[in-house]
Structure formats: structure tokens, C-alpha cells
């Protein structure tokens, strides 16, 4: 959860609490760590237990830590960043981050209408281009889920219950794209990520703490959305 103090550890229903150092808020996570920081607190965190420290807080290299450092002890072998498909990997997560992950930032905290414009079209440009991709394609990058699928997902989950409104990136809706909404109905329903999805967490998060955007606090009780409804692919 996100109040005053940043992101917390409150007790709510589905909050995890910081069951390693008892903090009640994540900067303390953050001080701990360096008792002089003074920045940015963010999510997500990846923290050194033995160290007491943090180890990296920049989701890219987080995925890309899980995916080659934690074989050893009982991580699960799959390869995500294959060294075949990384030309094509790198090439697809630069423009997938910066007119997809990034460009709904981009959009909803745009102050005037000509850079919000600007990245509201860059955005669905290339969302039409990831859908026919995905007519091709079973992923992304090719036969296999890689890293670039599971970046994309994380923008293509939030997008219809909070993007389309919240940041007014409301052209289409992604139930609208065929082969973009059966992509995100297929990397839902995976066991380890469905059972780690809260959608009110997520539309609480952005409509609660953005009071530049939502000043009022009030967040939505739609949209009503069948993530649960079979894929075909």
C-alpha cells in the first residue's frame, strides 16, 4: 500500500507484511540499507537478508537476476533470456519500454495536450504492431515466453482497469485487440502469477496515490473484466 509515507507495509486485506526486518513503511527498508538515502523510494526491492542491504530496486535487472543467479538453490531452470533470442529480446523490450511500459507514464502525466498526444499515439502505433505480431507469433519473440513477454504483460494487465481511464489512453481498450487480450488472458492464468494478482491493489494504488491525476481519491468499481475466460492459444 502507498499513504503518506510511501508504500507501507499496513496491515489491509492481501498486504503482505515485512516479515524479515518487522518495518512498518519501505523506506525504512531503504535507510536501513544506507542510514544517509534521502531519494526516491520504489518498488520493487530486492533485498540481501545476510547483507541487510538492498540489493537492486530496477525491475529489468531484478528479472534478469532471477533468471541466472538462483539455479543453484531451487530456483526454477527455465530460461527466459535465452542467448539465441537476445538480439531479438533487447530489440523488442527497447521499443516495447519506452512506447508501451513507459509511454502510459508518459500519457497520464502529460501537462499539455501535444506531448500527450504525442505518446498516446506512439502507444497504440505500437500496440496495432504487437497485435499483429501476436497473429504470428505465440509470444513475442518467437515459440517460447522470454523476459519481453512478461514485461509486456505487466502494462497489458493494468491497462484496462486502470491506463484506459486513469492516464486517458482510452482509443481501444486491450479486450478490443484479439490476439493482445488473449496473450494477456494466457499469461494470467498461469498458476504463480494469477495467485499473485490483486486487482484491487491495483487500481487502489494508482487512483489513491496519484492526487495529481485523481485528486479525490476515489478509485473505480468497474471495470468488470473476464481475465478468467479460456485464451485459444
Not at 66 to 95: H, Q, W
Not at 169 to 183: Q, R, V
Amino acid at each position: 500500500r502507498m499513504r503518506e509515507n510511501g508504500w507501507t507495509f499496513e496491515p489491509a486485506d492481501g498486504v503482505i507484511p515485512d516479515a524479515v526486518n518487522q518495518f512498518e513503511t519501505l523506506h525504512q527498508v531503504y535507510t536501513e540499507s544506507e542510514r544517509a538515502y534521502s531519494g526516491r523510494v520504489t518498488v520493487p526491492v530486492l533485498w540481501d537478508k545476510q547483507l541487510k542491504t538492498i540489493v537492486n530496486n530496477e525491475s529489468s535487472e531484478i528479472i534478469r537476476m532471477f533468471n541466472s543467479e538462483f539455479s543453484e538453490v531451487g530456483a526454477r531452470t527455465e530460461d527466459y533470456y535465452p542467448e539465441e533470442l537476445r538480439p531479438e529480446i533487447d530489440k523488442l523490450n527497447e521499443r516495447i519500454y519506452d512506447k508501451v511500459n513507459n509511454g502510459v507514464y508518459k500519457a497520464g502525466f502529460a501537462t499539455r495536450q501535444i506531448p500527450y498526444e504525442e505518446a498516446c499515439d506512439a502507444l497504440f502505433e505500437t500496440l496495432d504492431w504487437l497485435e499483429a505480431l501476436l497473429s504470428e507469433r505465440r509470444y513475442v519473440a518467437g515459440d517460447v515466453m522470454t523476459e519481453a513477454d512478461i514485461r509486456l504483460f505487466t502494462t497489458l494487465l493494468r491497462f484496462d482497469l486502470v491506463y484506459y481511464g486513469h492516464f486517458k489512453t482510452n482509443k481501444k481498450h486491450i479486450y478490443d485487440y484479439e490476439n493482445l487480450w488473449a496473450f494477456t488472458r494466457e499469461l494470467y492464468q498461469l498458476a504463480e502469477v494469477k495467485s499473485t494478482t490483486n486487482f484491487e491493489h491495483i487500481k487502489r494504488h494508482y487512483y489513491e496515490s496519484q492526487i495529481t491525476i485523481n485528486p479525490s481519491g476515489v478509485y473505480p468499481k468497474g471495470p468488470i473484466i473476464d481475465f478468467e475466460s479460456a485464451h485459444t492459444r
